[in-house]
């Protein structure tokens, strides 16, 4: 046999050739697809029914994994439908629930028999009911990292609204009294400015109102000031206690935000001597050094002082 005829052989009533060779694939498809199977899925579980005042502690399954058998083509179909599993929680009351899942939980589509259908994990869901109580928490601002190019923060970031309303469970109740955002990674932080943020909910199993707050983050660059003439302020216990410290006044050298320093005068700052229980005599102290919040950290002009504590006479 030549080549030209084997070709001829080939091309002639290609048409009708194409079209048997169509006709094949497809009957091979069909049964293919009227092959039976069983399949996996994953869907999600739902508490139907439960007061509005409880809610579910400890281990809570999200989600359920069941089989289905069926043919391949009604399998691929299930994937665009849904399915989920429901429990019925109408009478439930406080306190420990069990039950074991059953086909009959399972919300299945048209078209999918139940006798098709198994679970297979979790087969049985365990759960605390607990109520849900409702207060007021306190926001605190999350940091992570640092400001770049020795850029530092003028003012401690706060939170707007410093308050919220969260919701949880009554066994974290007394967790629930501050609430965290997510962090803010200052390293990202180029410009002075407001973000909105959300609340760090991960781990409290609580549900918050609202569930974002605005933080302003404003940056300046280091510098020092220096403070000076602050005259040190004794602290006493007995009204006819009398002291006399040496020196009069010190001076401060404080490090931290440009721009916070330039707002600061010798009012702000404060040089406690505590004498309290000390009988008369004379002492060397070193006093307490309160700054404001955003000050880096300071240097006195002297390690400590000299006190004189004297009585005067009751009249």
Same mark, same amino acid.
């Given at each position: 046999?030549?080549?030209?005829?084997?070709?001829?052989?080939?091309?002639?009533?290609?048409?009708?050739?194409?079209?048997?060779?169509?006709?094949?694939?497809?009957?091979?498809?069909?049964?293919?697809?009227?092959?039976?199977?069983?399949?996996?899925?994953?869907?999600?579980?739902?508490?139907?029914?439960?007061?509005?005042?409880?809610?579910?502690?400890?281990?809570?399954?999200?989600?359920?994994?069941?089989?289905?058998?069926?043919?391949?083509?009604?399998?691929?179909?299930?994937?665009?439908?849904?399915?989920?599993?429901?429990?019925?929680?109408?009478?439930?009351?406080?306190?420990?629930?069990?039950?074991?899942?059953?086909?009959?939980?399972?919300? +299945? &589509?048209? %078209?999918?028999?139940?006798?098709? =259908?198994?679970?297979?994990? *979790?087969?049985? @869901?365990? !759960? $605390?009911?607990?109520?849900?109580?409702?207060?007021?928490?306190?926001?605190?601002?999350?940091?992570?990292?640092? +400001? &770049?190019? %020795?850029?530092?923060?003028?003012? =401690?970031?706060?939170?707007? *609204?410093?308050? @919220?309303? !969260? $919701?949880?469970?009554?066994?974290?109740?007394?967790?629930?009294?501050?609430?965290?955002?997510?962090?803010?990674? +200052?390293?990202?932080?180029?410009?002075?400015?407001?973000?909105?943020?959300?609340?760090?909910?991960?781990?409290? !199993?609580?549900?918050?109102?609202?569930?974002?707050?605005?933080?302003?983050?404003?940056?300046?660059?280091?510098?020092?000031?220096?403070?000076?003439?602050?005259?040190?302020?004794?602290?006493?216990?007995?009204?006819?206690?009398?002291?006399?410290?040496?020196?009069?006044?010190?001076?401060?050298?404080?490090?931290?935000?440009?721009?916070?320093?330039?707002?600061?005068?010798?009012?702000?700052?404060?040089?406690?001597?505590?004498?309290?229980?000390?009988?008369?005599?004379?002492?060397?102290?070193?006093?307490?050094?309160?700054?404001?919040?955003?000050?880096?950290?300071?240097?006195?002009?002297?390690?400590?002082?000299?006190?004189?504590?004297?009585?005067?006479?009751?009249?």
């Amino acid at each position: 046999m030549t080549v030209v005829s084997l070709a001829r052989g080939i091309f002639s009533n290609i048409g009708v050739k194409l079209l048997a060779l169509l006709v094949a694939v497809v009957i091979w498809f069909n049964a293919i697809g009227q092959q039976e199977d069983e399949r996996l899925f994953v869907v999600p579980l739902q508490f139907a029914s439960l007061a509005d005042t409880l809610t579910a502690t400890g281990r809570v399954p999200g989600e359920v994994q069941i089989a289905v058998t069926g043919t391949r083509r009604d399998l691929l179909l299930i994937e665009f439908k849904k399915i989920s599993v429901s429990l019925n929680m109408n009478r439930s009351e406080p306190g420990r629930f069990t039950q074991r899942l059953s086909v009959s939980d399972v919300i +299945l &589509p048209p %078209g999918v028999e139940p006798r098709k =259908v198994r679970i297979v994990s *979790p087969l049985l @869901v365990d !759960v $605390t009911l607990e109520q849900l109580v409702t207060r007021r928490a306190r926001v605190a601002v999350s940091l992570s990292g640092t +400001l &770049p190019g %020795g850029q530092l923060l003028s003012s =401690v970031p706060e939170a707007a *609204p410093a308050w @919220v309303m !969260v $919701t949880g469970p009554k066994s974290v109740d007394e967790r629930m009294d501050k609430v965290f955002t997510k962090p803010i990674d +200052l390293a990202r932080v180029k410009d002075s400015g407001e973000r909105d943020v959300d609340l760090d909910l991960d781990d409290m !199993v609580v549900t918050s109102e609202p569930k974002k707050v605005r933080v302003g983050l404003f940056v300046s660059v280091r510098d020092k000031r220096v403070l000076a003439n602050i005259p040190p302020t004794v602290l006493v216990d007995d009204a006819n206690v009398v002291a006399e410290v040496i020196p009069k006044t010190v001076s401060l050298t404080l490090e931290g935000p440009k721009a916070l320093l330039e707002q600061l005068s010798s009012r702000d700052v404060s040089v406690l001597v505590d004498l309290s229980g000390k009988p008369p005599g004379r002492y060397l102290l070193v006093p307490e050094v309160i700054v404001p919040n955003g000050i880096e950290k300071y240097i006195m002009d002297v390690d400590s002082l000299r006190v004189f504590v004297s009585r005067t006479s009751s009249p």
